[in-house]
T-cell receptor
Framework: KAGVTQTPRYLIKTRGQQVTLSCSPISGHRSVSWYQQTPGQGLQFLFEYFSETQRNKGNFPGRFSGRQFSNSRSEMNVSTLELGDSALYLC?????????????FGPGTRLTVL | QKEVEQNSGPLSVPEGAIASLNCTYSDRGSQSFFWYRQYSGKSPELIMF????GDKEDGRFTAQLNKASQYVSLLIRDSQPSDSATYLC???????????FGPGTRLSVLP
């Protein structure tokens, strides 16, 4: 079974631009979560989608948004990029999101904001 | 109080020794517990999970769970330099933010 895939793997943007990241979960997984990881803050939860609905949201500004499609693929959008948005963005999928699910990560998208 | 806590490390052990990684969590409703390994620049990969009190062994890895003490640990026997990585503890419940991660412990296995 194919794992979680994320595209693109690397992105370089400038301040003020917007970016869209894509995540395809493991086949059959309906829950997709997004995380931001930086050296100083560790792994921080952005949001989780299940059956095309945002079910949980972390403590990030409204510039960060996402959506999920009927095939469970998910996209994350960041508008008006700031230097501090430079990070590794990780997508993870699980069957339903609740216990006793196991979450599997994609390879991540490395975003650099100049 | 953070929901999932880990010592940030680095934890240094000599090759062949047992590495012990610890994690505490605050939510008594947590039902499942995970250990992930993350190499520098890579994404986290699942090592093992545990749901019930006690020990669970998988090769060189043993997870230990004590729900009364809200404590979960990971033991790595016969540590190898290739085990050098950051180890993330995660807990899952059936409500709210489902998967909550600790800050990770950096392990260094010295040859």
């Amino acid at each position: 079974k194919a794992g979680v895939t994320q595209t693109p793997r690397y992105l370089i943007k400038t301040r003020g631009q917007q970016v869209t990241l894509s995540c395809s979960p493991i086949s059959g997984h309906r829950s997709v979560s997004w995380y931001q990881q930086t050296p100083g803050q560790g792994l921080q939860f952005l949001f989780e989608y299940f059956s095309e609905t945002q079910r949980n949201k972390g403590n990030f500004p409204g510039r960060f948004s996402g959506r999920q499609f009927s095939n469970s693929r998910s996209e994350m959008n960041v508008s008006t990029l700031e230097l501090g948005d430079s990070a590794l963005y990780l997508c993870a999928s699980s069957l339903r999101g609740g216990a006793p699910d196991t979450q599997y990560f994609g390879p991540g998208t490395r975003l650099t904001v100049l | 109080q953070k929901e999932v806590e880990q010592n940030s490390g680095p934890l240094s052990v000599p090759e062949g020794a047992i590495a012990s990684l610890n994690c505490t969590y605050s939510d008594r409703g947590s039902q499942s517990f995970f250990w992930y390994r993350q190499y520098s620049g890579k994404s986290p990969e699942l090592i093992m999970f545990i749901y019930s009190n006690g020990d669970k062994e998988d090769g060189r890895f043993t997870a230990q769970l004590n729900k009364a003490s809200q404590y979960v640990s990971l033991l790595i026997r016969d540590s190898q330099p290739s085990d050098s990585a950051t180890y993330l503890c995660a807990v899952n419940n059936n409500y709210g933010q489902n998967f909550v991660f600790g800050p990770g412990t950096r392990l260094s296995v010295l040859p």
